[in-house]
């Protein structure tokens, strides 16, 4: 099976309580693409300006980048984020939209063929301009607060053709107005997906669909340096394992847990770039042995 992404290709400024980088790669889709890549076949859609050097990194393990388009005298995404000591809360600076402005997406034959379609966080009517060309079997997308208040109807519009449904549960209850995370997950399983996963910061996600809940603790770490592109991160972990286990969520959702732990721990892209599928699978074995219930009862 091969992954389509579409979403942001970024140069991030960020700061947290333990340092900062001015410009470090980020960006929704390469923070995804980085993560999927040690599953199965990934092909990134999406615009880079002129300033971008970092095709390179892009293609990591593999990935292709025949669909990445950069723009004459185009500026790349830019976003600006600071951290306080509550690290699953920030706030955005400055977000500068650059070649996103005027991102009319066009998928080459190959990136329509793939089976699996990954719609990272990026506006909603550019979400489904992607899923319309698509012929994936298996869609999956992600949005953020700001689509929520602005474009809330486009939203709801590209939730209703995908099949699954990763945010994080404070835009589950904006989305939906439900404080209840369950309740949340069953009103957005009525606008059309089988499967919602719900991303809890450090306390972990949980997987909502008609017949199971399914819940898993992030990974205890005791330093985490950088939240971006977690959330990201997670997803290509849990749909790079589902590309290769079709249906098989729950240890989608170990992968995709363990796959962010890792991201958390340096800044940016730094960690997954040094990352092995040995140090992956070493971490999704700790979390089966740290989650098993032996009940006597
Ligand atoms: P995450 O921490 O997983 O939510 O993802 C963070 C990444 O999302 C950063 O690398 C940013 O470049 C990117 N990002 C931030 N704001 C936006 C936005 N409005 N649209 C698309 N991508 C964004």
Known sequence: M????????????VKTPFGERERMLGGAATHFALAASFFDEVRVVGPVGEDFTDMEVLATRGSNVDDVERVAGGETFFWHGEYGWDL????????RLGVFESFDPKLSEGSRQAEILFLANIQPDVQRAVREQSQAGFVAMDSMNLWIEIARDSLVATIAGVDCVILNDAELRQLTEKPNLVSAAREVLAMGPSVVVAKQGEYGAALITAEEFFSLPAYPLETVVD?????DTFAGGFVGWLARNPGDYRAAMAYGTALASFNVEE??????????REEIEDRVQQLGAMTRLALTV
Not at 267 to 276: A, I, N, P
């Open 88 to 95: 699953n809360s920030r706030e955005t600076l400055d977000t």
């Open 2 to 13: 091969s992954v389509t992404v579409v979403g942001s290709i970024a140069y991030d400024r």
């Open 267 to 276: 800044f940016g892209t730094e960690r997954v770039l040094r990352l092995t």
């Open 227 to 231: 939240p971006t592109g977690a959330g």
